[in-house]
């Protein structure tokens, strides 16, 4: 198996922190948010190599950072050559690239590098490894709050039946984050994705375009889960993890 950490985005929502430092080295509890990321993965004995799509602005501070990895797998840097916000490749688009530029042809445990959790990815795998293609889901405890995510429902069976990318009526308070499984057969689709003109940007539009196709399923998990998307979440996770009030 590998895993692919999408660290590419230019976080525009949480400039100025984002002005100069990219968005996965951000302080979190006095280390960089992706530090937790990596850690995460680093727990699985499946995973044997980690890669990291970056954009090409901030190339040399993701260097610096990747001498001090806190793990013992293999991780190489991906540059996805985008320089700006505008001409940014989207999320899928960085995933697309380097399943191609890899020739990845393994499962593939792909994570946000701005999404912050608790609980431990074993239990996602082992799930994983029963059903296929998976996403992690989590309970956000309001539904008003889900219209902020990709809302979720599932059969008996855990298999998605309806995922819709922040919904403006959501049906419940589960949601899906960037945390997802693919099997080979389903990263073959992201090609096919993207020649159909579909928006690159957010993973969840692939989801919500792919369980329309094959089966995917949902796996939801306890714990503790930040998304980073503005100034507000990241200084709840800073104070979670032991950062600054």
Known sequence: MKALVLAAGYAVRLRPLTLNTPKPLLPVGGRPMIDYVVEKI??????????VVINHRFLDQFRAWLGKAPTSKHVRLIDDGSTSDENRLGAIGDMSLVVER???????LVVGGDNLFTFSLRDFVSSYREKGTSVVLHSCGDVALASRFSNVEMDSSGRIIHFQEKPENPKSDLVAICVYLFEPSALRLLRTYLDDGENPDAPGHFIEWLYKRIAVYGKPMGGEWFDIGNAEAYHKANRFFGGAP
């Open 42 to 51: 680093d727990e699985l004995d499946e995973v044997d190599s980690i890669y």
């Open 102 to 108: 890899e020739n990845i042809a393994e499962d593939l």
